[in-house]
Structures are given as structure tokens and as C-alpha cells.
């Protein structure tokens, strides 16, 4: 089956504390983004990769890190994470971007304590 | 600016009326796409429709319509016959080269539809 996973689900953690996000897509899809879901915000573009090693900040990237080293997997990374990311997190795969359908996984909430 | 608008923030119905979600947008690009998305209160975001900016035809799936009109920018979902299970948050969103990569979304209209 074509799917976004992510993990986890759920994640509650305290200020500071590392943590990564997974992401895999299994549709060899060369385009993959992260967004955060905020109440009356909608959705914002935190990074997106155009294609493997090649990665570029969205419109809310500070605090949040990625890597592509793989077509497959797009983890995010929060080094240290603050309260203000506290938020429902979505990973989202398309065949090449621009006006492309997207796939999105089934989101992970954040909360940061 | 790449923009889009969604004006309704909270809809409430009751089942059988039809409802129309607004969709306003703002490009400078020719060539764009429109999309609608649906989040239901489990919370995975599900694709509805995609449509590109040289096909300005309206588009029926099942309860489902689609009113496309460049000449006021907007991209108007229309459900038919409301029922419970319509009860979600939806997303219009606009893809555009100038716009780079990034899907913008609008605010999204919750849809609450009663029995």
C-alpha cells in the first residue's frame, strides 16, 4: 500500500530535550516537506527536499533541523525543543513538487512541557 | 503574495442541507493549482480534488462539487445532502512555481453537520 508513516503518533517531552520525528514514504517520491498544524493557523511549511542531500527552509523553519540521505526517509529533527512547538506535525511526499498531489502521513502532536 | 483565503471559519448544518465552503486566492502566476483537502476529527489530512489553473471546469463526485472561476479568484467546494460523516475541518490550497515548493494552505473551514 502507497503510504507516509511517521512516528510516533503521540510524543510528550520536556524543554531541551532532543528529538526526532521519522518520516518514510514508499511511493519513490523525490519530493518530501514537513508542515505544523496550529489552531487558526492552519498548516505552514516548516522544510522541504526537492531531492536527496537537497533540502530548503519553509516558511517556519527555526528551531527545526532535516536530512535527506536517503529518496525514502525525511526525519525532523527538534535539538531543543521550546513550548511554541508544541503542535500536530505532518510529513508529505509528492512525486516532484509544484502542483503535485500530496501524500501526507497520518501526523505526529507534540507536546513540549 | 501567494494567498488563500478561506473566510468561513466554522460552518454548522444540519443533515440534508448543502453547504458551500468559500475559497478565495491570490497568485500572479498563469499557471497554478488548486487543491482541497478534508481532516477529519481522527486528523489525517485526505485529498479531495487537484485543479489546474487552464481548466476551468466544474467538477461533480458524487456529493461532492467543485466551482472553479478565475475571473474572482475563487474555488468554491459545495457539498450536497450534508451527512454526519461530513463533519471535518477543510483545506483549499494553492501550488504555484513563484510560490516555490510549498503548498499554502488557508485556515481551513470546520464543517459541523448535525443529525
Known amino acids: 500500500e502507497a503510504q507516509v508513516t511517521q512516528n510516533p503518533r503521540y510524543l510528550i517531552t520536556v524543554t531541551g530535550k532532543k528529538l526526532t520525528v521519522t518520516c518514510s514514504q514508499n511511493?519513490?517520491?523525490?519530493?518530501m516537506s514537513w508542515y505544523r498544524q496550529d489552531p487558526g493557523l492552519g498548516l505552514r511549511q516548516i522544510y522541504y527536499?526537492?531531492?536527496?542531500?537537497?533540502?530548503d527552509k519553509g516558511d517556519v523553519p527555526e528551531g527545526y533541523k532535516v536530512s535527506r540521505k536517503e529518496k525514502r526517509n525525511f526525519p525532523l529533527i527538534l535539538e531543543s525543543p521550546s513550548p511554541n512547538q508544541t503542535s500536530l506535525y505532518f510529513c508529505?511526499?509528492?512525486?516532484?513538487?509544484?502542483?503535485?498531489?500530496?501524500?501526507f502521513g497520518s501526523g505526529t502532536q507534540l507536546s513540549v512541557l | 503574495a501567494q494567498k488563500v483565503t478561506q473566510a468561513q471559519t466554522e460552518i454548522s448544518v444540519v443533515e440534508k442541507e448543502d453547504v458551500t465552503l468559500d475559497c478565495v486566492y491570490e497568485?500572479?502566476?498563469?499557471?497554478?493549482?488548486l487543491f482541497w483537502y478534508k481532516q477529519p476529527p481522527s486528523g489525517e489530512l485526505v485529498f479531495l480534488i487537484r485543479?489546474?489553473?487552464?481548466?476551468?471546469q466544474n467538477e461533480i463526485s458524487g456529493r461532492y462539487s467543485w466551482n472553479f472561476q478565475k475571473s474572482t479568484s475563487s474555488f468554491n467546494f459545495t457539498i450536497t445532502a450534508s451527512q454526519v460523516v461530513d463533519s471535518a475541518v477543510y483545506f483549499c490550497?494553492?501550488?504555484?512555481?513563484?510560490?516555490?515548493?510549498?503548498?499554502?494552505f488557508g485556515k481551513g473551514t470546520t464543517l459541523s453537520v448535525s443529525s
Open positions: 497568485t500572479r502566476d498563469t499557471t497554478y493549482y
Open positions: 508529505a511526499s509528492s512525486k516532484q513538487g509544484v502542483g503535485e498531489k500530496l501524500f
Open positions: 527536499s526537492m531531492n536527496v542531500e537537497v533540502t
Open positions: 511511493m519513490n517520491h523525490e519530493y
Open positions: 485543479r489546474n489553473s487552464f481548466d476551468e
Open positions: 490550497a494553492l501550488s504555484s512555481y513563484r510560490a516555490g515548493t510549498a503548498l499554502i
